[in-house]
């Protein structure tokens, strides 16, 4: 895949919010600005325009010039710390973007395609800040924008896209959600509480606070901790998956990504089976007629 550079757009006012510290609202445990950067970890460079904050990975600092000038201006602040032929351009405050999203704007935005590619949410709306735009247009067009107004402060980001040829890429429903008040940031906290969520958003919530890259079979280690608890005692699900853990790292140290998957799927492999065993001789033991 070609490389691509990152623009996140981290400043703003937040009056809806009450002067919040939008980017660093947490939604599921981590701050938004954090669960943008997670999708995008693979850029060539990663600027956030806005104040200067912890995040969870190194990023280049910019501000837009005035501070609180707009989008437009943000990006233009941006966009000079970039050097990749396609830029991703993300607001801070998307905690269910993905990086399905983010990999099929990247395709639609190809060099020798269109001028780049955006989101479109489900009512058809353009998206300018889920998007990615191939640099040389976006460039020269924020350059004519700023000599044709004197600068980029306060102009509306259609002015931009209006002049672009762009792609529209129709991604899940929510993907462009955002949060933009105290309404927004609840509904986003409920959602990935819910039964059919909080499981995978928990587990990508601790890789990403643990600083993991491993892609397992969560419904392998999920059957482990049942057969543990059911077939030793109820303590033994949370001990069982520790040691799992534990030699898989030992198994796989100095290994790729998908060898440590292999080693934890092997050794919650080896611990099912002792379970089981375990719960065969306590059956057989408790049972009639045994010896």
């Known amino acids: 895949m070609t490389a691509y550079d990152a623009i996140v757009l981290a400043g703003g006012a937040a009056k809806r919010l009450g002067g919040a510290d939008k980017p660093g609202l947490r939604v599921g445990g981590r ?46 602040a ?10 991703l351009v993300l607001s801070a405050d998307l905690p ?5 999203t983010v990999r099929s704007l990247l395709a639609a935005a190809e060099p020798g395609a269109r001028e780049g590619a955006l989101c479109t949410d489900r009512d058809g709306r353009d998206q300018p800040l889920v998007a990615v735009y191939r640099a040389e247009p976006l460039c020269r067009e924020l350059a004519l924008l700023a000599a044709e107004h004197g600068g980029l402060a306060g102009l509306p980001l259609r002015l931009l896209t209006a002049e ?3 792609a529209r890429v129709q991604a899940g429903p929510l993907a462009s959600f ?18 059919g969520a909080v499981l995978d958003e928990w587990i990508t919530s601790v890789k990403n606070e643990l600083g993991i890259e491993l892609d397992v079979d969560t419904g392998v280690l999920l059957d482990l901790a049942r057969d543990a608890a059911h077939g030793v005692a109820r303590p033994a699900a949370p001990l069982t998956t520790f040691l799992v853990g534990y030699a898989a790292a030992l198994a796989s140290s100095g290994k790729s990504p998908a060898d440590a998957a292999e080693a934890v799927a092997e050794a919650s492999r080896k611990a099912t089976a002792l379970a089981l065993r375990w719960e065969e001789e306590t ?9």
């Open 283 to 291: 059956a057989a033991e408790s049972g009639p007629g045994t010896p």
């Open 178 to 195: 955002d949060c933009d008040t105290w309404e927004d940031i609840a509904a986003a906290r409920a959602r990935i509480r819910e039964h």
């Open 31 to 76: 701050a938004l600005l954090d669960r943008v950067l997670a999708v995008c970890a693979d850029a060539g460079s990663t600027v956030v325009v806005g104040g200067r904050r912890p995040t969870v990975r190194p990023v280049t600092w910019a501000r837009e010039v005035p501070e609180g000038g707009g989008p437009l201006a943000a990006l233009g």
């Open 96 to 100: 269910f973007l993905g990086e399905a």
């Open 78 to 87: 941006g966009v000079r710390h970039t050097a990749a032929e396609r830029v």
């Open 164 to 166: 672009l040829d762009l």
